[in-house]
Nanobody, 117 residues
Framework: QVHFVESGGGLVQAGGSLKLSCVAQ???????????WGWYRQGTGKQRELVAS???????NYADSVKGRFTISKYNARKTVYLQMNSLKPEDTALYYC????????WGQGTQVTVSS
């Protein structure tokens, strides 16, 4: 069972940047690398969506809405996944979560990102 702890959110003006972090904590020690990890977000009144993912070999994929602005990366030794978000827009405002792809039911608390216009 994996537990996710997200951090790094905050309030930022449009055009600003934030870097989110997610630590994957396992009850049983196992390798971190063999899974695809993703960042998801859910805005108020919207469905949760996958915005970025990173495969074990490092290949990345992004939703069209964030392509060119967000960068996902990971540090296997620390079991940590990052999301660098640049050129933020008000429509990026959401609660951001990390999870595997496909996701498990073990969602963390998420980290709130609010972008003001």
């Amino acid at each position: 069972q994996v537990h996710f702890v997200e951090s790094g959110g905050g309030l930022v003006q449009a055009g600003g940047s934030l870097k989110l972090s997610c630590v994957a904590q396992r009850r049983i020690t196992s390798t971190f690398n063999p899974e695809t990890w993703g960042w998801y977000r859910q805005g108020t009144g919207k469905q949760r969506e996958l915005v970025a993912s990173i495969r074990p070999e490092g290949d990345t994929n992004y939703a069209d809405s964030v392509k060119g602005r967000f960068t996902i990366s990971k540090y296997n030794a620390r079991k940590t996944v990052y999301l660098q978000m640049n050129s933020l827009k008000p429509e990026d405002t959401a609660l951001y979560y990390c999870n595997t792809v496909p996701y498990t039911d073990n969602w963390g608390q998420g980290t709130q990102v609010t972008v003001s216009s």
